[in-house]
């Protein structure tokens, strides 16, 4: 399953301003986002519905989930930004166990995340891998595991940390994964860095999926060092999150004059930097194995997006509804 460039968005019903069809998005639902909504409405000349537009709109804009209230579209030809139940899907604990799943029926394809543990529910499941990986590190005369904590529900870096010691895990009624920790990241300039990556579900049946060119590469602002007793609380050093770094003395700004250091920098121009440190083919297969990496991700959670879908919107309409 190959991904693809996006296309122009397909015309639907919508008013006209001069002959010119004008599509009409509903923005009644839309919060955080809304003002990037609009210059986007604005760039393409769309039509933007502040107080909602009943089964008229082309489009209804739902902010961080799909908002059950506002059901008109189901009943239309008119399109939504949210699949139902998306947001749940993607919580760590949940997207872990649909992974997991496929990793029991493809154990060779779905070997791109570490060893995980839900806590409190495998806490003793936790604590004895634990134990045995670290007996086989004292045996090896290595360094002892690692594991990074994380809320299931959470964002931004809020309330990860990591231990070495399971006694360590504060236990509390708020569900987590718990992984093994790369402790051999790759580097760009010694720093730690992630990848934000865009991907569009533009339908379910057939199956369509985007992805966008560009992205956001975020880095952490302390020089890595490999996990020890000493660092483990460094939170600048082992954490890529934006919201967390941009407190650091150490975070740049990117400007026009230097973006090549930045502490946030454009995909392409971190493609650029790493094929000064890998040959081409190096990095075109990183590109590679990172569009496999989403289409297994979007496979493993297909079925539960299809049970939501299907639950949420009539049956009679055979046309996806919805995208994300």
């Given amino acids: 399953m190959a991904l693809k460039t996006p296309a122009s968005p397909r015309k639907r019903r919508g008013t006209r301003q001069s002959g010119k069809y004008v599509t009409k998005v509903d923005t009644s639902q839309a919060r ?3 003002e990037v909504l609009r210059i986007c409405l604005q760039e393409l000349g769309w039509k933007e519905c502040i107080s909602g537009c009943s089964i008229d709109s082309d489009i209804y804009w739902h ?7 506002n059901r008109n579209f189901g009943f239309t030809s008119a399109r939504v930004n949210k699949f139902p139940g ?14 997991n799943v496929m990793r029991t029926l ?12 839900f806590l409190p529910e495998q806490n ?7 134990s045995s990986m670290h007996d086989e590190d004292r045996r090896r005369k290595r360094p002892l595991t690692t594991f990074i904590v994380k809320p299931s529900d959470g964002s931004q870096g809020e309330g990860i940390y990591l231990i070495r010691d399971p006694a360590r895990y ?3 009624n708020r569900p987590h994964v718990i992984q093994k920790y790369i402790d051999r990241p790759l580097l760009i300039d010694g720093l730690k860095f992630d990848i934000r990556i865009y991907v569009l579900i533009l339908n379910l049946d057939p199956l369509e999926i985007f992805l966008y060119n560009e992205g956001l590469v975020r880095f952490a602002t302390v020089d890595y060092q490999p996990p020890s007793a000493t660092n483990l609380h460094l939170t600048f050093m082992h954490l890529t999150n934006y919201s967390l770094n941009k407190r650091s003395a150490n975070y740049k700004h990117a400007s026009d004059e230097d973006q090549i250091n930045a502490s946030k920098r454009k995909l392409t ?10 040959s081409l083919n190096e990095v075109e297969r990183a590109k590679l194995l990172i569009e496999e990496m989403i289409n ?3 496979l493993a959670i297909l079925p539960e997006i299809r049970i939501e879908y299907v639950s949420e919107l009539p049956l009679t309409r055979k046309q996806d509804r919805c995208f994300q």
């Avoid at 998306?86 to 992974?99: A, G, I, P």
């Avoid at 493809?106 to 543990?117: A, I, R, V």
């Avoid at 003793?124 to 634990?130: G, L, N, R």
């Fill in 63 to 69: 902010s961080a989930i799909f908002q059950e209230g």
């Fill in 124 to 130: 003793e499941q936790f604590q004895k891998d634990a």
């Fill in 296 to 298: 297994k991700t979007i």
């Fill in 32 to 34: 955080s986002n809304i």
């Fill in 86 to 99: 998306m947001c749940d899907l993607l919580r760590k604990t949940s997207l872990t166990r649909s992974l």
């Fill in 106 to 117: 493809f154990p060779e394809e779905l070997d791109f995340y570490p060893k995980t543990w």
């Fill in 170 to 172: 504060n236990a509390t």
């Fill in 269 to 278: 121009l971190v493609w650029s930097q790493l094929s000064q440190q890998f």
